[in-house]
């Protein structure tokens, strides 16, 4: 059903082989393929985690902007055209810092937390298919290993807190680790729904499967709740505004990062920004369909009447441009948005931090998961090639069946999303005004 | 060995845990200006809390008794630098009670027009610091918004945009300028529009209602043990306000309510606050309207008209006396008194007003020199910070910066 997406594509041996030819050497690279796979993943990840690094310090810029619009302000606009270099010049100003080492810290976890804070986030560029061929490594088991290495940046957080020596870096720490462990649950848990429509943990063709338009993608049609829980649950595990928590700086005074200075306080801001983009980025892979277009056909088969395997050369180079394009497109749909709900919520306090996830989105997330057994059941053929549906006999007609369970589906789904979250999300200003 | 025979690690109850005291401020983003509260948590539970003041104290008092009354007036505006006209208002209203001044009735007004408009930016600033506190950034901006336009109107009248200085014994420094009730009316007319504004992002945000509602719930026998006076006060039900109990100014001849809460605890007080500048936009109008002199009255003008009139009369051959001098009532008439030099006669008075923040009150006493024998100040923030301790005991940490934000406290007033 799924190709696997290539460890490396198939130009790359070739142009070796015409680079020793021309050296000399008769070499046939075909040979090397662990090589070749190895030489890949290096080009192609300090490709992405170079550009990757620069799109972050875009990010903050585009904070600043985004909020100072949002408040009617105007932002930075004076470094550079439009202001854009304002983030350059900031982190040129954090390097001539004074690194501050305060009386009692421990030095050696001191220093070593802000990079086992950024860790993950780093690792995360590896794992984001920005197109079929720009995708440093396909692991099989690549969502799962999302979740095993998010949770290394509270190690770090916890160890920041701890060795500062700070009353109010101990307390974010501590709350960062009890923030990390009940959103990890629900996060999983969306994904869970994916993976039984896919079948797959594998991002890459997690990806593939949404091919083909948009009613395709889990989070419009199929799993519109797992896409919810998914976003909520990674703004936490970001630690964004209204769960940022463990920075919480009008009462912990920025947390866990109030003894930082300098490039250890900008690897902190630095992770946080890329840990937004990789969340936000494995939120278009998981349920927006990833670097596939909204409306069916890449615009580039449109033009030229090919379908993209069969495209070559240049015609395959704008194709991946585009596949970008989308991508980004939907990531940074995904990053204005955490940016829009900074713009507008307040911060929660723990307990209800807490509450929320181990009362509400875990529950509704095991709700999820058994709609979508149910709905997949209905609507995708098991293993003997019949669906439910098909199997009725009035409704055995091929034009039909896929209409019929995709209504089935959808009722269900959206009964789901309206009903209980409007009962249990919302609930009336009265009733909650009345519990006092 | 089991775990629980580790010394110090397990008690039968279950894990040994240690109180953490932390010091919060004197520099804590939270305690807006200079507060220490030392505060003893248990995990995230206020066990204990004590509020340490005096890192700010301006020695108010014992400087009233050095200098001259109005060499002590422009320092006044660093004691409640949100609201610097109603400590203004109440210590040149108690210098007039000692000497028995009359007030023109447009004074009346403009004093009413600027204390309500300081009201709001007040109120607006509380708004977004108060939000802040909570974590929401963006209504801090909104309000400043508001704030520039109000600060913009102050400018025009006084000079100056924070510390304004600007009443009189007997008057107010100069008349509003020209245009000046028209940009005001413009202000007024829309801010109610506005506070719709604010509240459409803040008034039923579920994570506001999560934070506030049921939080740092103050009842009247609380309100009245620690004497907190004002919106906190107002919030718990409590129908006392001084513009309406003991009318000052011409605060009897508009109309206005008295926004009451019902439940005194957080939300409450940011509701009552909400309202509260609602109803400053209403008295605003209303003074607009019935203010006496219509858009400007200056004197200079006056004075050359009235002098015009009686050279043309003198040219007629009729008695340029019979056209009367300047009617003083309608005018600004502290600039008939020589302020360096004034001295009121021996007495004593307390005048109290409605602050943003509740009763602030001056008391004098003059010996009848330049210089006052004793002033006492009456700061509503004092008494309102007292009250931290007994609504926060047993409540969250973050519980803390909601409750404390929402009492409206402003430092350099608790310490004068």
Same mark, same amino acid.
């Given at each position: 059903?799924?190709?696997?997406?290539?460890?490396?594509?198939?130009?790359?041996?070739?142009?070796?082989?015409?680079?020793?030819?021309?050296?000399?050497?008769?070499?046939?690279?075909?040979?090397?393929?662990?090589?070749?796979?190895?030489?890949?993943?290096?080009?192609?990840?300090?490709?992405?985690?170079?550009?990757?690094?620069?799109?972050?310090?875009?990010?903050?810029?585009?904070?600043?902007?985004?909020?100072?619009?949002?408040?009617?302000?105007?932002?930075?606009?004076?470094?550079?055209?439009?202001?854009?270099?304002?983030?350059?010049?900031?982190?040129?100003?954090?390097?001539?810092?004074?690194?501050?080492?305060?009386?009692?810290?421990?030095?050696?976890?001191?220093?070593?937390?802000?990079?086992?804070?950024?860790?993950?986030?780093?690792?995360?560029?590896?794992?984001?298919?920005?197109?079929?061929?720009?995708?440093?490594?396909?692991?099989?088991?690549?969502?799962?290993?999302?979740?095993?290495?998010?949770?290394?940046?509270?190690?770090?957080?916890?160890?920041?807190?701890?060795?500062?020596?700070?009353?109010?870096?101990?307390?974010?720490?501590?709350?960062?680790?009890?923030?990390?462990?009940?959103?990890?649950?629900?996060?999983?848990?969306?994904?869970?729904?994916?993976?039984?429509?896919?079948?797959?943990?594998?991002?890459?063709?997690?990806?593939?499967?949404?091919?083909?338009?948009?009613?395709?993608?889990?989070?419009?049609? /199929?799993? +519109? %709740? =797992? *896409?919810?829980?998914? $976003?909520?649950? @990674?703004?936490?595990?970001?630690?964004?505004? &209204?769960?940022?928590?463990?920075?919480?700086?009008?009462?912990?005074?920025?947390?866990?990062?109030?003894?930082?200075?300098?490039?250890?306080?900008?690897?902190?801001?630095?992770?946080?920004?890329?840990?937004?983009?990789?969340?936000?980025?494995?939120?278009?892979?998981?349920?927006?369909?990833?670097?596939?277009?909204?409306?069916?056909?890449?615009?580039?088969?449109?033009?030229?009447?090919?379908?993209?395997?069969?495209?070559?050369?240049?015609?395959?180079?704008?194709?991946?441009?585009?596949?970008?394009?989308?991508?980004?497109?939907?990531?940074?749909?995904?990053?204005?948005?955490?940016?829009?709900?900074?713009?507008?919520?307040?911060?929660?306090?723990?307990?209800?931090?807490?509450?929320?996830?181990?009362?509400? /989105?875990? +529950? %509704? =997330? *095991?709700?999820?998961? $058994?709609?979508? @057994?149910?709905?997949?059941?209905?609507?995708? &053929?098991?293993?003997?090639?019949?669906?439910?549906?098909?199997?009725?006999?009035?409704?055995?007609?091929?034009?039909?069946?896929?209409?019929?369970?995709?209504?089935?589906?959808?009722?269900?789904?959206?009964?789901?999303?309206?009903?209980?979250?409007?009962?249990?999300?919302?609930?009336?200003?009265?009733?909650?005004?009345?519990?006092? | 060995?089991?775990?629980?025979?580790?010394?110090?690690?397990?008690?039968?109850?279950?894990?040994?845990?240690?109180?953490?005291?932390?010091?919060?401020?004197?520099?804590?983003?939270?305690?807006?200006?200079?507060?220490?509260?030392?505060?003893?948590?248990?995990?995230?539970?206020?066990?204990?809390?004590?509020?340490?003041?005096?890192?700010?104290?301006?020695?108010?008092?014992?400087?009233?008794?050095?200098?001259?009354?109005?060499?002590?007036?422009?320092?006044?505006?660093?004691?409640?630098?949100?609201?610097?006209?109603?400590?203004?208002?109440?210590?040149?209203?108690?210098?007039?009670?000692?000497?028995?001044?009359?007030?023109?009735?447009?004074?009346?007004?403009?004093?009413?027009?600027?204390?309500?408009?300081?009201?709001?930016?007040?109120?607006?600033?509380?708004?977004?610091?108060?939000?802040?506190?909570?974590?929401?950034?963006?209504?801090?901006?909104?309000?400043?918004?508001?704030?520039?336009?109000?600060?913009?109107?102050?400018?025009?009248?006084?000079?100056?945009?924070?510390?304004?200085?600007?009443?009189?014994?007997?008057?107010?420094?100069?008349?509003?300028?020209?245009?000046?009730?028209?940009?005001?009316?413009?202000?007024?007319?829309?801010?109610?529009?506005?506070?719709?504004?604010?509240?459409?992002?803040?008034?039923?945000?579920?994570?506001?209602?999560?934070?506030?509602?049921?939080?740092?719930?103050?009842?009247?026998?609380?309100?009245?043990?620690?004497?907190?006076?004002?919106?906190?006060?107002?919030?718990?039900?409590?129908?006392?306000?001084?513009?309406?109990?003991?009318?000052?100014?011409?605060?009897?001849?508009?109309?206005?309510?008295?926004?009451?809460?019902?439940?005194?605890?957080?939300?409450?007080?940011?509701?009552?606050?909400?309202?509260?500048?609602?109803?400053?936009?209403?008295?605003?109008?209303?003074?607009?309207?019935?203010?006496?002199?219509?858009?400007?009255?200056?004197?200079?003008?006056?004075?050359?008209?009235?002098?015009?009139?009686?050279?043309?009369?003198?040219?007629?051959?009729?008695?340029?006396?019979?056209?009367?001098?300047?009617?003083?009532?309608?005018?600004?008439?502290?600039?008939?008194?020589?302020?360096?030099?004034?001295?009121?006669?021996?007495?004593?008075?307390?005048?109290?007003?409605?602050?943003?923040?509740?009763?602030?009150?001056?008391?004098?006493?003059?010996?009848?020199?330049?210089?006052?024998?004793?002033?006492?100040?009456?700061?509503?923030?004092?008494?309102?910070?007292?009250?931290?301790?007994?609504?926060?005991?047993?409540?969250?940490?973050?519980?803390?910066?909601?409750?404390?934000?929402?009492?409206?406290?402003?430092?350099?007033?608790?310490?004068?």
């Amino acid at each position: 059903m799924f190709q696997t997406p290539p460890d490396y594509p198939a130009w790359l041996p070739q142009f070796l082989n015409e680079l020793t030819r021309l050296l000399g050497l008769k070499m046939n690279w075909n040979d090397f393929g662990p090589v070749l796979l190895i030489l890949w993943t290096v080009v192609i990840f300090t490709l992405i985690a170079t550009a990757a690094i620069t799109s972050v310090t875009f990010l903050v810029l585009m904070e600043r902007k985004v909020l100072a619009w949002m408040t009617q302000r105007k932002g930075p606009n004076r470094v550079g055209p439009w202001g854009t270099l304002q983030t350059f010049a900031d982190a040129f100003k954090l390097l001539f810092k004074e690194d501050i080492m305060v009386d009692g810290q421990d030095k050696f976890l001191f220093t070593i937390a802000p990079a086992i804070f950024f860790l993950p986030a780093f690792v995360f560029f590896g794992l984001i298919p920005f197109t079929d061929q720009l995708l440093a490594v396909a692991l099989p088991a690549g969502a799962l290993f999302v979740f095993a290495i998010s949770s290394i940046s509270v190690v770090g957080i916890v160890l920041a807190g701890w060795a500062s020596n700070n009353k109010y870096s101990l307390l974010g720490g501590m709350r960062s680790a009890a923030q990390a462990i009940s959103y990890e649950i629900p996060l999983v848990m969306a994904v869970l729904a994916v993976v039984l429509f896919t079948g797959t943990m594998n991002i890459g063709q997690i990806v593939q499967a949404q091919q083909g338009g948009f009613w395709n993608w889990y989070g419009i049609l /199929l799993t +519109p %709740l =797992s *896409l919810v829980i998914f $976003f909520v649950a @990674a703004l936490a595990e970001v630690n964004r505004i &209204p769960f940022d928590l463990p920075e919480a700086e009008s009462e912990l005074v920025s947390g866990y990062n109030t003894e930082y200075s300098g490039m250890k306080f900008a690897l902190f801001f630095l992770a946080e920004y890329a840990s937004l983009f990789a969340m936000s980025a494995f939120t278009a892979a998981f349920f927006m369909g990833g670097y596939y277009s909204p409306f069916g056909p890449f615009v580039m088969s449109l033009i030229s009447g090919q379908e993209p395997a069969q495209m070559t050369g240049l015609l395959q180079l704008a194709l991946q441009i585009e596949m970008l394009f989308w991508f980004i497109l939907k990531t940074y749909a995904f990053i204005f948005l955490a940016m829009w709900i900074r713009g507008t919520l307040p911060r929660l306090k723990p307990d209800q931090l807490m509450g929320f996830s181990w009362k509400f /989105l875990i +529950p %509704l =997330s *095991l709700i999820n998961i $058994f709609a979508i @057994a149910i709905e997949k059941y209905v609507m995708l &053929p098991p293993a003997n090639g019949k669906t439910v549906l098909q199997s009725l006999p009035i409704l055995n007609a091929q034009t039909v069946m896929p209409w019929a369970g995709w209504l089935v589906a959808v009722s269900v789904v959206f009964w789901l999303f309206f009903v209980l979250m409007s009962r249990l999300l919302s609930e009336k200003l009265e009733a909650r005004l009345a519990r006092r | 060995m089991t775990i629980s025979e580790i010394p110090g690690v397990h008690t039968e109850q279950g894990l040994k845990t240690e109180d953490l005291v932390i010091n919060i401020g004197p520099q804590h983003p939270s305690t807006h200006g200079v507060l220490r509260l030392v505060t003893t948590l248990n995990g995230e539970v206020v066990k204990d809390m004590e509020p340490i003041i005096g890192y700010l104290h301006r020695s108010k008092e014992k400087m009233a008794e050095s200098r001259s009354y109005f060499q002590y007036q422009p320092t006044l505006d660093r004691v409640e630098y949100l609201s610097s006209f109603y400590d203004h208002f109440v210590f040149v209203t108690a210098i007039e009670r000692i000497a028995n001044l009359k007030v023109p009735k447009r004074v009346h007004y403009i004093r009413m027009i600027t204390m309500e408009l300081n009201r709001i930016t007040s109120h607006l600033l509380w708004f977004g610091t108060f939000l802040l506190d909570l974590g929401a950034t963006s209504p801090l901006f909104y309000a400043f918004r508001e704030r520039e336009e109000v600060f913009k109107l102050f400018e025009d009248l006084t000079g100056a945009r924070m510390m304004y200085n600007y009443y009189r014994f007997g008057g107010v420094n100069a008349d509003l300028p020209p245009g000046w009730i028209a940009h005001c009316r413009d202000f007024v007319r829309k801010m109610p529009a506005i506070i719709d504004e604010y509240e459409s992002i803040v008034t039923q945000n579920p994570i506001i209602l999560d934070r506030t509602v049921g939080i740092g719930k103050m009842d009247m026998e609380t309100c009245l043990k620690y004497g907190v006076t004002g919106p906190s006060m107002r919030a718990a039900g409590v129908s006392q306000d001084l513009r309406k109990t003991n009318p000052y100014a011409c605060y009897d001849e508009v109309e206005f309510d008295v926004p009451l809460g019902k439940h005194g605890d957080v939300y409450d007080r940011y509701l009552v606050r909400m309202a509260e500048m609602r109803e400053s936009c209403r008295i605003i109008e209303q003074c607009l309207d019935k203010i006496p002199g219509g858009d400007t009255q200056n004197i200079l003008n006056k004075q050359a008209e009235i002098e015009a009139a009686r050279q043309a009369a003198k040219e007629k051959g009729e008695d340029p006396k019979a056209i009367p001098d300047i009617d003083f009532d309608w005018q600004t008439q502290g600039q008939k008194i020589n302020l360096m030099t004034y001295k009121p006669p021996a007495g004593e008075a307390f005048v109290a007003c409605e602050s943003p923040r509740g009763m602030l009150g001056c008391y004098i006493i003059s010996d009848g020199t330049p210089k006052a024998y004793r002033m006492k100040w009456r700061g509503a923030s004092f008494s309102n910070l007292s009250v931290l301790p007994e609504l926060m005991i047993g409540n969250l940490y973050p519980d803390l910066m909601a409750i404390f934000g929402s009492l409206d406290v402003i430092l350099p007033e608790v310490d004068r």
